[in-house]
């Protein structure tokens, strides 16, 4: 079992705002960044801590904490969206990282 | 601009060592602060981290590993190997790997991925 905990599955209508949460003690001292992975490629890094997103990203993207809870919300989204989404932060140890179980967001 | 690609051998029978290879482009590992790791995803299952090599030689795996595999890294060819022993059919998995900076828990860009199937 993983230390990070994600719901398997969401879903949102095109153009809605949807909240995407991963749970874990870790997450009180420590952020989480977020990866998506869509069918046949390689994870995308999409945003660490709150705001910080490599290029490419669209600013629809934003992430958040609070307690021991982490948040990935996408603000409008998009079909292109759509793919399994996975935190990831230090395990409890705080000495090694740790992937939530993923979260597959479909986009109606 | 990084790039980082996988290479190895796709089919290994259990009990047997496996050697996967990453070679990069777009940055060094000489410095303390910028490192490669090492990730996994068995088929229909979550990513799972497995270890991470910086440049000052500092390497961290994922405990259940339990010494199993080993990092290493060759700065002369920009390399970063992932030696795992005793395979067993449940190590079946896409292996990846990606380039991160200490301490921050950012996989920034990923390889291609390796599909490494473990079967007699």
């Known amino acids: 079992s993983s230390e990070l905990t994600q719901d398997p599955a969401v879903s949102v209508a095109l153009g809605q705002t949807v909240r995407i949460t991963c749970h874990g003690d870790s997450l009180r001292s420590y952020y989480a960044s977020w990866y998506r992975r869509k069918p046949g490629q390689a994870p995308v890094f999409v945003i660490y801590a709150e705001n910080n997103r490599p290029a490419g990203i669209p600013h629809r993207f934003s992430g958040s904490r609070s307690g021991n809870t982490a948040s990935l919300t996408i603000t409008g989204a998009q079909a292109e969206d759509e793919g399994d989404y996975y935190c990831n932060s230090r395990d409890s140890s705080g000495n090694h990282w740790v992937f939530g179980g993923g979260t597959k967001l479909t986009v109606l | 601009q990084i790039t980082l690609k996988e290479s190895g051998p796709t089919l290994v029978k259990p009990a047997q060592t496996l050697t996967l290879t990453c070679t990069f482009s777009g940055f060094s590992l000489s410095s303390s602060g910028v490192g490669v790791a090492w990730i996994r995803q068995p088929p229909g299952k979550a990513l799972e981290w497995l270890a991470v090599?910086?440049?000052?030689?500092?390497?961290t795996y994922r405990p259940s590993l339990n010494g199993r595999f080993s990092i290493t890294k060759d700065n002369a060819n920009n390399q970063v190997g992932l030696t795992m022993t005793n395979m067993d059919p449940v190590d079946t998995a896409t292996y990846y790997c990606?380039?991160?900076?200490?301490?921050?828990?950012?996989?920034?860009?990923w390889g291609q991925g390796a599909l490494v199937t473990v079967s007699s």
């Open positions: 090599i910086y440049g000052n030689d500092l390497k």
């Open positions: 990606a380039n991160t900076y200490r301490g921050s828990g950012i996989f920034e860009f």
